[in-house]
T-cell receptor, first 113, second 111 residues
Framework: DVKVTQSSRYLVKRTGEKVFLECVQD?????MFWYRQDPGLGLRLIYF???????EKGDIPEGYSVSREKKERFSLILESASTNQTSMYLC????????????FGPGTRLTVT | RKEVEQDPGPFNVPEGATVAFNCTYS??????FFWYRQDCRKEPKLLMS???SGNEDGRFTAQLNRASQYISLLIRDSKLSDSATYLC????????????FGSGTKLNVKP
């Protein structure tokens, strides 16, 4: 059974703080993703990674960076948190086979005050 | 225009009813299609992939219409436990790691 875990379920940070969100998957998947989900907007892709140390920007990368030093771990970094980054953050992974689905972690609800 | 569009609902139906959702997508080169289910405050989970020939899994049937660029989900004999938000997901094909999500259709099944 695929398992994707995220470091925190709930997080409260202050404006300007540096925030780290961690994601770990245990199925040796090549690809990992970070999304944010906001009401009425659906899931929007922030960044994804298709290999260790490789990353690509998604649709809304501004204000975020990522790190993938090991295959199983993908980190999302908010360099200087702002209130408009208050959201639900979802990590996902998928194997390298075309057409395969994504498996999601439980999400981190981040509030920036 | 959004890449993937869904009717947000909510669809309020009695137990035992049949309900259908549609989802339209903008890119005719799209390759892979999925329906995910998301319960309140939980992560999305795959309900079913959608194949060109259509596919069925118990009470759930998914169809793909490439000519009109939409996919559908039919739920027969609705159960209370089917209450959730259903997300339409499309891979656009230009990058097999780029998935586009609809904003979801909320289903409430009432006793």
């Amino acid at each position: 059974d695929v398992k994707v875990t995220q470091s925190s379920r709930y997080l409260v940070k202050r404006t300007g703080e540096k925030v780290f969100l961690e994601c770990v998957q245990d199925m040796d998947h090549e690809n990992m993703f970070w999304y944010r989900q906001d009401p009425g907007l659906g899931l929007r892709l922030i960044y994804f990674s298709y290999d260790v140390k490789m990353k690509e920007k998604g649709d809304i990368p501004e204000g975020y960076s990522v790190s993938r030093e090991k295959k199983e771990r993908f980190s999302l970094i908010l360099e200087s948190a702002s209130t408009n980054q208050t959201s639900m953050y979802l990590c996902a992974s998928r194997p390298g086979l075309a057409g395969s689905e994504q498996y999601f972690g439980p999400g981190t609800r981040l509030t920036v005050t | 225009r959004k890449e993937v569009e869904q009717d947000p609902g909510p669809f309020n139906v009695p137990e035992g009813a049949t309900v259908a959702f549609n989802c339209t997508y903008s890119n005719s080169a799209s390759q892979s299609f999925f329906w995910y289910r998301q319960d309140c405050r939980k992560e999305p989970k795959l309900l079913m992939s959608v194949y060109s020939s259509g596919n069925e899994d118990g009470r759930f049937t998914a169809q793909l219409n490439r000519a009109s660029q939409y996919i559908s989900l039919l739920i027969r004999d609705s159960k209370l436990s089917d209450s959730a938000t259903y997300l339409c997901v499309v891979n656009m094909g230009d990058n097999f790691n780029k998935f586009y999500f609809g904003s979801g259709t909320k289903l409430n099944v009432k006793p």
